[in-house]
């Protein structure tokens, strides 16, 4: 058993939100108490223990959409990279990118995204890969990453025609091998990993291939798509599928539903909005992303509204969950130019709908301090100067923390990260490993030697 304690416990549980001097008692993968810490003391003699040196105890983070590929872009700047819009941007960085992502360079990826989420506090992640340079195998090597460093994980593989049909069939085969593996390992009581079905973006989406992905999945899983990010999509539906718009195109092919979740969605219509509503589909917004790809800023607070559950991710612009909370609020105030909107819809994304889609696909109780929960559990070092209680924890959180303040990760019940060091595996000989592979894909990038 492991005790966590010596800290503020923020539960998310709405029958006990808050514990001053309360401690969580986890055994095995899961939660079996939360409480004060001198009751759950008299539990747990005998049981190792985690210090959380009186900051606050709170559920794992969720990213509901994140790209593993982008992981060796750090600090990289490829020659003639010069976009003046979005799909410039993706011609000319992130496709040239994935283009030249190798096996190995597909796990560095992960390597370096997983490490940073952990740093984080983040313990389940969605994530939505494309590596068109090597295809096949490509979903099993980030499993393979993920398993090894202990985060939650959901993928996906990003299904297109823009690199010709043989990559398209690859990428679904890709999707469908993994998804039927996902579903057997899920038979086999493993809630650390599951699968969704990707597409990338309508505008390099068929009706043909829109089909396949539908045949190929069988029902086995939801989809995971860009919608409307520019307006590519909405241009070409327009130009090339006869005035069909992107989500009638997705509800034409089956792929809408309770299960599928669709990304962005910035320049989506009222229209589409009813068929989103109607068939239960799940959004993800991406505000950082969003305002750094100069692509809008999406219609969250009319989701909302209407009734749209909406998710919040990361598009990898960053893997700090509360950093995304804090921006998701000053865009979407901007953009209404009213300074008192915004904040419930900001804090259901993150802690209550997150958790909803995470629990509908780890088949776990997720994002939450309860018995019977999964033991993703985190610390913050936070030490307030102002009065702290369950009347304001979302204000400390919005204003006084980010993912930086974490100092201990842990998930299903294993501890990845304690007092600001991992402990689990070896973070150097990794660092030491994945910097070998970002070298080669830089200098295949640029054409010299790194």
């Known amino acids: 058993m492991l005790l966590v304690g010596n800290g503020r416990v923020i539960t998310r549980d709405a029958k006990?939100?808050?514990?001053d001097g309360g401690a969580v008692l986890i055994e095995g993968d899961s939660i079996v108490a939360v409480g004060p810490e001198a009751k759950l003391r008299a539990q747990a003699i005998g049981c190792s223990y985690v210090d959380a040196h009186g900051g606050v105890i709170m559920p794992g983070l969720i990213n509901c959409h994140t790209h593993i590929y982008s992981g060796l872009a750090r600090g990289l700047s490829?020659?003639?990279?010069?976009?003046?819009?979005?799909?410039?941007?993706?011609?000319q960085q992130w496709w040239k990118i994935d283009d030249n992502l190798t096996l190995d360079g597909t796990r560095a990826s992960a390597y370096a995204t997983i490490l940073d989420s952990l740093r984080d506090g983040v313990t389940t992640i969605f994530d939505h890969h494309a590596s068109f340079c090597e295809i096949p195998g490509s979903l099993f090597a980030i499993k393979d990453a993920a398993e090894e460093l202990g985060i939650r994980s959901c993928l996906c593989y990003e299904t297109s025609d823009r690199r010709g049909t043989q990559k398209r069939d690859e990428s679904?085969?890709?999707?469908?091998?993994?998804?039927?593996?996902?579903?057997?390992?899920?038979?086999?009581?493993?809630?650390?990993?599951?699968?969704?079905?990707?597409?990338?973006?309508?505008?390099?989406?068929?009706?043909?291939?829109?089909?396949?992905?539908?045949?190929?999945?069988?029902?086995?899983?939801?989809?995971?798509?860009?919608?409307?990010?520019?307006?590519?999509?909405?241009?070409?539906?327009r130009q090339n599928r006869g005035g069909t718009s992107p989500i009638e195109r997705l509800l034409q092919h089956?792929?809408?539903?309770?299960?599928?979740?669709?990304?962005?969605?910035?320049?989506?219509?009222?229209?589409?909005?009813?068929?989103?509503?109607?068939?239960?589909?799940?959004?993800?917004?991406?505000?950082?992303?969003?305002?750094?790809?100069?692509?809008?800023?999406?219609?969250?607070?009319?989701?909302?509204?209407?009734?749209?559950?909406?998710?919040?991710?990361?598009?990898?612009?960053?893997?700090d969950m509360?950093?995304?909370?804090k921006v998701f609020l000053i865009i979407q105030r901007h953009n209404a130019a009213m300074p008192n909107v915004g904040w419930c819809e900001d804090m259901d994304m993150l802690f209550k709908n997150n958790p909803a889609m995470a629990t509908k696909y780890f088949g776990r109780p997720l994002g939450i301090l309860a018995p019977g929960a999964a033991a993703d559990v985190i610390v913050m070092d936070y030490n307030p100067f102002t009065p702290f209680s369950d009347e304001n924890i979302d204000g400390h959180m919005l204003f006084g923390m980010m993912g930086k303040n974490c100092r201990t990760t842990i998930v299903n019940g294993r501890v990845l990260y304690k007092d600001r060091e991992f402990v689990a595996f070896d973070e150097e000989k990794i660092n030491a490993w994945t910097m070998e592979q970002s070298k080669k894909l830089w200098g295949t990038l640029n054409g010299r030697e790194y």
């Open 16 to 19: 006990n939100p808050y514990i």
């Open 322 to 325: 509360l950093e995304s909370l």
């Open 254 to 319: 089956n792929l809408l539903g309770p299960d599928t979740m669709l990304g962005h969605c910035i320049h989506v219509t009222p229209a589409e909005m009813d068929i989103i509503k109607e068939t239960g589909t799940w959004l993800v917004n991406n505000p950082e992303s969003n305002m750094g790809n100069a692509v809008g800023c999406a219609p969250v607070l009319e989701f909302f509204r209407r009734g749209i559950p909406v998710c919040m991710g990361t598009d990898a612009y960053t893997h």
């Open 78 to 91: 490829i020659k003639g990279c010069n976009p003046t819009n979005f799909l410039e941007n993706l011609e």
């Open 172 to 237: 679904i085969r890709e999707n469908a091998e993994f998804a039927q593996w996902a579903a057997d390992a899920r038979k086999e009581g493993n809630h650390m990993v599951a699968a969704m079905f990707g597409g990338h973006a309508t505008f390099t989406l068929s009706d043909e291939t829109m089909d396949m992905m539908a045949e190929a999945n069988n029902g086995l899983t939801g989809f995971h798509i860009h919608v409307c990010e520019g307006m590519n999509d909405v241009w070409d539906s």
